[in-house]
């Protein structure tokens, strides 16, 4: 049923993404499917650019990929079944065009309890469920 699931994942608190993790594994499993790990990375602000190294990006996705590699080891799933990407931009957008690019039929994603600034800003967790194009399982941590 599920053949591809994309997991996003805030490496800033992995801890969070765990049971997302689990979830996509014991799906996976369930029905051979594959599982993309996606951590999306900020875009660097135009005023803080002159401060930081010119190669700032670079050493950013860097570290993001070392961090899903180990992250990807950890968590149970079949090598052949799971991989991992780094994207930058907006966080919700990145994640509803990875699905798409990958053809997602699942986003399982974790998401913090609602305080009083996600009723009035929205949450990533909140846009993705509203705009993407594959069924999404939000899991609460």
């Not at 800033?12 to 993790?21: S, V």
């Not at 990958?102 to 974790?110: C, F, H, N, Q, Y």
């Not at 913090?112 to 194009?133: E, I, Q």
Request: aromatic share 6%.
């Amino acid at each position: 049923m599920f053949k591809s699931i994309l997991v996003p994942i805030d490496l800033a608190d992995t801890e969070l993404a765990k049971p997302a993790i689990a979830t996509a594994a014991t799906l996976s499993k369930t029905w051979s499917g594959t599982v993309r790990l996606l951590n999306v990375l900020p875009l660097t602000p135009v005023m803080l650019a002159e401060y930081v190294p010119a190669d700032f990006d670079t050493q950013q996705r860097q570290t993001a990929e070392e961090a899903l590699a180990i992250v990807s080891q950890e968590s149970g799933i079949e090598a052949d079944h799971i991989s991992y990407i780094v994207r930058q931009g907006g966080i919700y957008h990145e994640i509803l065009e990875e699905a798409a690019a990958i053809k997602a039929e699942l986003i399982v994603m974790t998401s913090h309890r609602p305080a009083m600034r996600t009723y009035f800003l929205g949450s990533n967790a909140g846009h993705v469920v509203r705009y993407a194009k594959c069924s999404v399982l939000v899991v609460r941590h």
